[in-house]
């Protein structure tokens, strides 16, 4: 069993750096996994932990769970009412604008639409002298995404309504970069890394900042790219 990388620690909170493709708890939909974060991290603890919110399966990075109900509760809170600011690194296919925002209602399971917005920087370009369909080259992004809205796969229906879908994202990405990443460099993690949480501590009213590093596969493809970490 992994030993999951604790980013912070006090009396009501803990986080850690969750790696990709490891679920944050036990789902009817993913009944081929064996392994999830709370329990992991459970064992590892000692102590029952509660998620105070998701990340999906294939995003990595800081991933925040309470050490009982009244502080997970409060954090649901905060979440639900946008009130934890979120910061995320992804690799994107193309070259994007040097900052843009994403104004796109988003739609529920249900069929109800919701107002969505992400507004994000782009911190580095890539072309990669790889030819892919038409294309003599391949070009590639680095992006600090901050959503403003806390809708289910934002990030990921963004950037692809946008035509810069994030690398490795099977549901919302591009086949054939998915496909190329897989062929050439062996990699199908997705590149989208929730890199800060900032909020502020529900019984301490301290202002808290957890940073999570970024994990083996991102930096491999930084490396890649010529992106200096």
Same mark, same amino acid.
């Given at each position: 069993m992994p030993v999951l990388d604790i980013l912070f620690r006090d009396e009501q909170l803990i986080a850690i750096n969750k790696p990709h493709g490891l679920?944050?708890?036990r789902s009817s939909i993913a009944a081929?996994?064996?392994e999830f974060a709370l329990q992991i991290l459970r064992d590892q603890i000692g102590q029952t932990?509660?998620?105070?919110h998701r990340l999906d399966r294939k995003t990595g990075g800081v991933l925040l769970f309470a050490l009982d109900k009244d502080t997970e509760k409060a954090m649901q809170v905060q979440f639900m009412e946008n009130c934890v600011a979120k910061t995320y690194l992804a690799i994107?296919?193309?070259h994007t604008p040097d900052d843009e925002e994403i104004d796109y209602p988003l739609r529920k399971e249900n069929g109800t639409l919701q107002d969505a917005l992400t507004r994000y920087k782009t911190l580095n370009r890539a072309e990669l002298n790889v030819p892919l369909g038409n294309h003599p080259t391949s070009r590639y992004s680095l992006v600090e995404a901050k959503p403003q809205t806390g809708r289910m796969h934002q990030l990921r229906k963004h950037f692809a309504h946008i035509f810069h879908p994030i690398i490795g994202d099977r549901?919302? =990405?591009c086949n054939k970069q998915n496909k190329l990443f897989k062929e050439r460099w062996e990699m199908e993690t997705m590149l989208l890394h929730a890199s800060q949480l900032n909020f502020c501590h529900?019984?301490?009213n301290d202002a808290i900042i957890i940073n999570a590093p970024l994990q083996p596969e991102f930096l491999r493809v930084m490396e890649l790219m =010529?992106?200096?970490t």
């Open positions: 679920l944050v708890h081929d996994a064996s932990v509660f998620p105070a994107v296919r193309g549901t919302h =990405g529900p019984v301490t =010529g992106w200096r």
